[in-house]
């Protein structure tokens, strides 16, 4: 039995278990293996313990339920194996940093919680196609071959060269003062993409205008570009599968919180960074540096399909 097997096998135990039994030897029981047995092959294939998965699992349905029924949030917290509303109340607020009643009042309707391995409440139906890419992975890839470039040739210049004042200095938003220099503008569109990622995954992102000097770097920004990309898109492919780009999640970082759809918030990245990467862009040219190419989503499928 293949690895994936075993997780798929091992997870179904969990997932048929949301409305029966749930003891660790009913599970064990399921799974044909001693409570022992099952409880370390289980962590050690799927990196959660069985309790902690149905757990996820039960607050994950619970939030499917609040946004798609009208079932009352007491039916919705005994069904989720909680005692009391008060208990429910505080284990959803911890998971979904907002209390159910404020989540269904907001018009929630992403219910996935962080998960070792992509194993949801409901999972949703891959998409069938080959290696063809379609707009997400355009807008995406080009998203991030293009500040890596950028980033790469930012290597180039002194600190000085990084820290000179822009020449037109340009308000990206409006409750934001305008980049200072080349570094802040490389910096910000990182920075960008950090704050949605931690938004979708219910992180924490401290002051940006705190940062230490050195989290400026080209190198580092590289190894927080490459860090960040990773789960910014692994929650967005996982929209696009599910075609769930209406779907809405909490913004828990704002205050007060706000509600936005996938696609707003994609679109939002797309369009703010590419303005500042062509800033940027002519920035480096201003100080001398060769940048072939203009920033085009075009260039990025031409190496794409040279690598193919």
Known sequence: MSERDEVERLSGVVMESL?????????????????????????????????????????????????????????????ADYGSLEAFTRAFRKAFRISPSIYRRMGATHYHLPAPV?????????????????????????????????????RELTPEQLDAPLNNKTYVFPWDSPARSLRDLLLRIVQTKEIWTAALTGGTFSDPKMEPPEQGTPDVLLARL????????????????????????????CEPPETFTFGGMFAHVVTFNSYQRLVALDALRRLGVKVEGFGCPTEYEASVATVR
């Open 226 to 253: 490459q860090k960040v990309d990773v789960e910014f898109d692994r929650v967005l492919k996982d929209v696009r599968n599910r075609n769930a780009w209406s779907d809405t999640f909490v913004d828990a970082l």
């Open 118 to 154: 992509a194993i949801h409440f409901c999972a949703p139906t891959s998409r069938s196609g080959g290696d063809d890419m379609d707009l997400y992975d355009i807008f995406a890839g080009a998203e991030s071959f293009h500040t890596r470039k950028l980033l790469e040739h930012a």
């Open 19 to 79: 409305d029966d039994d749930a003891s660790s030897d009913a599970l064990a029981r399921r799974a044909y293996r001693s409570r022992t047995q099952f409880f370390r092959i289980f962590r050690a294939v799927i990196d959660e313990t069985p309790a902690a998965m149905r757990r996820r699992l039960l607050l994950e349905r619970a939030a499917w339920q609040l946004s798609r029924t009208q079932h009352s949030v007491t039916r919705i917290a005994l069904e």
